[in-house]
Every structure is written in structure tokens, then in C-alpha cells.
Nanobody, 118 residues
């Protein structure tokens, strides 16, 4: 079983930056892709970014060039650096540990509020 503890987020003015962190433990988390998703009220959870155990990254078009995901293998921590934030980035952000062979469950953090004021 994977445990994901999120930190960071908060309130920022448009154009500003925030950083989210996700500390993973248990459940072979070091061999799982780790991603970030976000959700606004009344909408489905939206994928934002992903990083593989090998450090390969991928981004949604809406954040590509503004957000950067990174992984610290020594501390089992994944960070999402968010720059040039806009009010459209306002959401609850969730860390996700993807399924792997032998454990097909998705694991989720509890969520972190990010609010971008115009």
C-alpha cells in the first residue's frame, strides 16, 4: 500500500508561482509513475503532469511550458513547480501513484488547494 503526503499550495496572485510536493512511502512507490491531477467543483479530475521512475516527464497542454515536475529518488518525493499561474489553474491538486504489475490500484493524496487570484 502506498501512502502519499502532499504539501505546498495556497493562494497566489496571477503570474506568480507555487510548489507542490508529494512524499511517497510503501507499496514499491519508487517504481511507479507519479502524477498530478487537479479538480474544480462540478468537474472531473484532470490530469496535469506525470513523471516515470526513469525521470521521463509528460504534461497536459494547458500547463506545458509553465509547470515542471521532478522526482527526488533519495527522498521518494515528487515536486510540481508551477509558474506563470492563472486563475484557470485554481483547483484542488492531487498526487497520484499509478498502478504497476502486481498492484493495479491507483493511490491518491488527500488533495491541496491552489487558488490563483486575478
Amino acid at each position: 500500500q502506498v501512502q502519499l503526503v502532499q504539501s505546498g499550495g495556497g493562494l497566489v496572485q496571477a503570474g506568480g508561482s507555487l510548489r507542490l510536493s508529494c512524499a511517497a512511502s510503501g507499496g514499491a512507490n519508487s517504481v511507479r509513475p507519479i502524477g498530478w491531477y487537479r479538480q474544480t467543483p462540478g468537474n472531473q479530475r484532470e490530469w496535469v503532469a506525470r513523471i516515470t521512475p526513469d525521470g521521463i516527464t509528460d504534461y497536459a497542454d494547458s500547463v506545458n511550458g509553465r509547470f515542471a515536475i521532478s522526482r527526488d529518488g533519495a527522498n521518494n518525493t515528487v515536486t510540481l513547480q508551477m509558474n506563470s499561474l492563472t486563475p484557470e489553474d485554481t483547483a484542488v491538486y492531487y498526487c497520484n501513484a499509478a498502478p504497476i504489475m502486481g498492484d493495479l490500484r491507483n493511490y491518491w493524496g488527500l488533495g491541496t488547494q491552489v487558488t490563483v487570484a486575478s
